[in-house]
Structure formats: structure tokens, C-alpha cells
């Protein structure tokens, strides 16, 4: 899925004249907080010691544009945001009164096409810009560590590990700002929402996943 993405990217690129070619490279990192509103977060909310706002972390990515149309960009991007964290039970303890632990962890790989309205010219030293686009959510959700067999009338505690993943389609909206430094070399900034819900299996079965959320991001505009 991945190479057929970007080849589809370099198909539509080398598909453009080449008058209409000039665009840019970004590299690009920051935070992101995911919507994590699904059954599947839900359920992980109250059996475990974990909120909703614990699943912010870090995300990065890059990205390749092209001018197609005076004003207007058509980019394609890959992004990636992973989180870990570490949990224990609410309600149930070890006979000894120690806690339970485990480690969720989830893991978003967004690989998806922009297309973005610049209205200023080339040789604008400040260059705000708005977009709105469609994605391929790859994820992943693992649990792992020690579980109560709620299965078992005296309910066991077991060492055991658990996962699911998948591919979620979605869309984003954006907006942000260039500040360039030179003719070539600018600073960027955006602010990025994602929308993308994926049915789940594996471990995981009737549950629902919301790979969508919030995104902050600086990084490095490259023009040419």
C-alpha cells in the first residue's frame, strides 16, 4: 500500500509540464493529540489508569509539493506518531496488594495528498497558506503485560499480549505560515486536524479505533 502510494505520487508529479513543477520539500515535527474517541479508548479509560490526554506524543514527517496552478500547491505526505504508555488496573490488585501492569501503544502512519492555496507570490518573504486533503491511516494498537482472565471464575492474572491493525481512511484540514529566510530556505509552522475511524480485528474484534486528532508542527520549507 505504501509503494503504490508513492508511485501514484510520482506518477501525477511527472504528469504535470514542467513549467508547472516548481514546488518545495518540508520536513516537519511536533506534537499531536489524537481524538482516541471510540469504544476501544472508552473501555481503556475505565479499566485502566490511563486518560484520554495521555495518548499525546510526538509526530514528524515530510513531504513533497508541486505548483499546479498559480497559487496553488498539490503536496504528498508522510507522517508518523507513535505513543507507549504505561498502565495498571483501577480495580483489581495482586493478592499482595501490588498493582497490575501493563503498556498500551499505538501507532499512526498517515500517508496522504494536500492540496494547498498560497495566495502570495513567489517572492513573498511571508506566505501563509490553507489546505485540505485525504489519507491512508496505517495503525497500529498493541497491549502487552499482565492481564486478568475475567474469563476464569478466579480470575487468573497471566502474562500475555494482545494486538490489532489496520488501515483507516480519513481527511485533513490545515493551516499554517512560511517565513522565508532566503529565495530557497524557509521556516514553517502549521496546525493540522485529521479525521479517520477503522473497524478493528485480531484481538480487538467489535471494537471501533479513532486514529484522528490535533496536530502542531514546525520544520523546514526547501523551494525550488
Do not use: C
Not at 56 to 62: D, K, M, Q, S, W
Not at 118 to 125: D, F, G, K, Q, Y
Not at 161 to 184: C, E, I, M, N, Y
Request: no cysteine; glycine share 12%; hydrophobic share 40%.
Amino acid at each position: 500500500m505504501r509503494r503504490a502510494a508513492a508511485v501514484l505520487a510520482l506518477g501525477v508529479v511527472t504528469a504535470f509540464p514542467a513549467s508547472a513543477r516548481a514546488g518545495g520539500f518540508d520536513i516537519r515535527f511536533g506534537g499531536f493529540q489524537p481524538h482516541v474517541n471510540s469504544n476501544l479508548f472508552d473501555d481503556d479509560a475505565e479499566l485502566y489508569t490511563i486518560q484520554k490526554r495521555n495518548w499525546r506524543g510526538f509526530t514528524g514527517g515530510a513531504e513533497f509539493s508541486s505548483r499546479i496552478a498559480r497559487n496553488v500547491e498539490i503536496g504528498f505526505h508522510l507522517d508518523g506518531y507513535g505513543r507507549e504508555r504505561d498502565t495498571s488496573y483501577r480495580e483489581f490488585v495482586r493478592e499482595d496488594g501490588s498493582e497490575i501492569r501493563q503498556t498500551l501503544k499505538l501507532t499512526i502512519v498517515p500517508v496522504g495528498v494536500t492540496v494547498r492555496l498560497v495566495p502570495t507570490s513567489r517572492n513573498a518573504r511571508i506566505a501563509p497558506f490553507i489546505g485540505a486533503g485525504a489519507d491512508a491511516f496505517f495503525w497500529k494498537y498493541e497491549e502487552f503485560g499482565d492481564f486478568v482472565d475475567f474469563f476464569d471464575p478466579e480470575l487468573r492474572i497471566e502474562a500475555d499480549s494482545f494486538q490489532s491493525d489496520g488501515v483507516a481512511t480519513g481527511f485533513h484540514v490545515a493551516g499554517g505560515l512560511r517565513l522565508f529566510l532566503s529565495d530557497d530556505v524557509g521556516l514553517t509552522g502549521e496546525v493540522r486536524y485529521t479525521v479517520a475511524k477503522g473497524n478493528m480485528a485480531d484481538d480487538f474484534p467489535n471494537n471501533r479505533i479513532d486514529v484522528g486528532g490535533f496536530g502542531v508542527t514546525v520544520g523546514m520549507h526547501l523551494r525550488f
